[in-house]
């Protein structure tokens, strides 16, 4: 007879109890989602990514692997930077790459507008209330919602995530630390706020993801809030400690630029977004508002020293 | 005339390794794909990002297979590690575009078309699966890396970094509860 648990001296149950776990731990273990997967698009991608590297092979690998990293935007629907789905990654035109020690950004081709999925259709609307056919960019600065009007943040898995259930997710899987002063008890490197921000903006929170454990400690990451209470708009911002596994690569519809910022290369993605590496942490400013212009960005992303 | 003699060994060599490295990651591959893919799905219930996410354990593993010790941990372990940290950062992102990402929608569309869509969809209605959902992240964790990663309890408890009894205890108290919440789901 299996023993999942151990020694019994440990956790005492009583028979049938035992019994049943036992039979769920066989089905368990007889589960193999794998059959329904496609193991040789896998392998094959793989593979192509493994010998995809020139001479700089650790460092461009290692940025490949992070194709969900960034896909982020705050204030409005991310509509053109976005995570690389494993098809598309395959198939994608690569227009403009610019590649720093650890950031890669690259623009792909991509179609003005997409066809609402089959399962989706009938549940999402406009600000005022009228469903939507299909998606665009116009989409992007009023959001879409639900038939309740709902904001809808995100789909995942089939499923429509609105305001409140991302919510709650925060709750259970991120700590908030409020205060400036504490920011480095968690972090394995030193975090820098920006000392300028566009007017009206202030720190509002740090966020730090607990992980299966619950516990932040020596953190390579720091997420950071910023937000303008007049308006509701926030900038965020991530922090990451720079090493092979926090590298990280993204890709967008629109234009990308290398710029600098103190002297250091810096990437300006989709009009709001900064990139860069300094003193082996990665930053990642995303400030996207009307009014917000290019010359703000940089001056925010210079103060951060 | 004699570059060209010295830049062909030079390519023989760089084949060669090639080669060898090609066979390294097949049998590793190979070895490994149905636990990995078995595990994230545990942990993320979708077949694109699993799949996803397991060429991204494998391409880590090639990367750093050079820096793999075998007096510091065995290969399962090791490979496992790797995996959970995948999945963790997986799930730090996933927050990040709150906002919604256009591409959650094109991942739908991509999926739709394929007859693996449909089979998709009877799976999400698994009772197993909804009652995963019902798991916080570290019960999850635990299952998939016991079910999915068909890991002894010792070798969670070196990934994890807690003692065996520990992972006992924590085994049982996670699937107590996901029985309880397939009972719930009828």
């Known amino acids: 007879m299996k023993n999942y648990f151990g020694s019994e001296k440990v956790v005492r149950f009583n028979d049938d109890e035992y019994k049943e776990l036992l039979k769920l731990g066989s089905i368990l273990e007889n589960k193999d989602f794998s059959k329904k997967s496609d193991k040789r698009m896998v392998y094959i991608k793989t593979l192509k990514n493994i010998n995809n590297c020139g001479g700089d092979r650790i460092m461009r690998k290692s940025n490949k692997t992070k194709k969900f990293a960034v896909a982020a935007s705050v204030a409005v629907i991310c509509f053109s930077l976005m995570q690389t789905s494993f098809a598309q990654d395959l198939l994608a035109k690569i227009v403009n790459s610019i590649s720093l020690k650890h950031i890669n950004v690259e623009q792909i081709e991509e179609p003005e507008t997409y066809q609402i999925p089959e399962e989706l259709k009938g549940k999402i609307f406009d600000k005022d209330g009228n469903p939507i ?131 250091i290369d810096a990437i300006i993605s989709d009009g709001g977004n900064i990139d860069w590496e300094n003193n082996g942490v990665l930053y990642s400013m995303h400030m996207h508002g009307k009014d917000i212009s290019r010359s703000e960005i940089i001056k925010a992303a210079e103060s951060v020293k | 005339m004699q570059q060209s003699v010295l830049a062909n060994t030079l390519n023989n060599r760089e084949m060669k390794e090639k080669l060898c490295e090609e066979r390294d990651f097949e049998y590793i591959f190979e070895t490994y794909y149905k636990r990995v893919y078995n595990y994230i799905y545990y942990r993320i219930n979708c077949k694109c990002s699993a799949e996803d996410l397991t060429s991204q354990v494998f391409e880590k593993v090639m990367i750093k297979i050079d820096t793999y010790s075998e007096k510091k941990s065995p290969f399962e372990t090791w490979l496992f590690s790797i995996a959970r940290n995948i999945v963790n950062d997986y799930f730090r992102s996933l927050k990040r575009h709150k906002f919604f990402s256009l591409d959650s929608i094109k991942e739908l569309i991509s999926k739709e078309k394929t007859p693996e869509e449909i089979l998709e969809v009877s799976e999400t209605n698994d009772k197993l699966l909804e009652a995963l959902q019902g798991l916080n992240s570290k019960e999850r964790n635990i299952i998939a890396l016991k079910f999915g990663g068909s890991l002894k309890n010792k070798e969670i408890a070196e990934i994890l970094n807690i003692t065996e009894t520990n992972v006992g205890v924590m085994l049982y108290r996670s699937m107590k509860k996901l029985r309880a919440e397939m009972e719930r789901e009828d």
């Open chain 1, 133 to 263: 056919k299909e998606f665009s960019k116009s989409y992007a600065d009023d959001g879409v919602y639900t038939a309740d009007g709902e904001k809808i943040v995100d789909f995942k898995d089939g499923k429509i995530i609105t305001e409140s259930d991302e919510v709650n997710n925060r709750e259970d899987n991120y700590m908030i630390v409020k205060d400036q002063e504490k920011l480095n008890d968690y972090t394995c490197f030193k975090v820098i706020l920006p000392q300028y921000l566009p007017e009206g903006y202030e720190f509002d929170r740090a966020e730090f993801y607990k992980g299966e454990n619950g516990v932040v400690k020596d953190s390579k990451y720091i997420d950071l809030y910023f937000v303008n209470k007049e308006t509701g708009k926030q900038i965020f911002m991530q922090q990451r400690f720079a090493d092979e596994e926090t590298a990280y690569s993204m890709s967008t519809g629109d234009k990308i630029e290398k710029v600098k910022i103190n002297g």
